[in-house]
Nanobody, 124 residues
Framework: QVQLVESGGGLVQAGGSLRLSCAASGRTFSSVVMGWFRQAPGKEREFVACISWVGGSLYSADSVKGRFTVSRDNAKNTLYLQMSSLKPEDTGVYYC?????????????????WGQGTQVTVSS
């Protein structure tokens, strides 16, 4: 089993930056993809970005390209999401997720493990 715990959420002004972390513990896999999703009140959970744990290949949603950067520290078993130029529409609960899939995944159903989420609020 893989356990994921997000941290780093908070309140930030539009145009500001915030860095989220996701600490992974428990059993790990040689081939795994990890990703970030977010969910605003009354809306479906949506894909933000993902990265392959070993190779570092990454993909991000069009809505965050150029503003958000996903990365990972293999030695620390930690996933990061560096967010900049934040907009009010970026507000929501951000979730870290992991999958055994060996190719990049962009849908909720493709992931096996989820963190509890961390709240990000962007004020205007």
């Amino acid at each position: 089993q893989v356990q994921l715990v997000e941290s780093g959420g908070g309140l930030v002004q539009a145009g500001g930056s915030l860095r989220l972390s996701c600490a992974a513990s428990g059993r790990t896999f040689s081939s795994v993809v990890m990703g970030w999703f977010r969910q605003a009140p009354g809306k479906e959970r949506e894909f933000v970005a993902c990265i392959s744990w070993v190779g570092g290949s990454l993909y991000s949603a069009d809505s965050v390209k150029g503003r958000f950067t996903v990365s990972r520290d293999n030695a620390k078993n930690t996933l990061y999401l560096q967010m900049s130029s934040l907009k009010p529409e970026d507000t929501g609960v951000y979730y870290c997720a992991a999958t055994r899939r060996t190719v990049l995944a962009t849908t909720v159903g493709q992931y096996d493990y989820w963190g509890q989420g961390t709240q990000v609020t962007v004020s205007s």
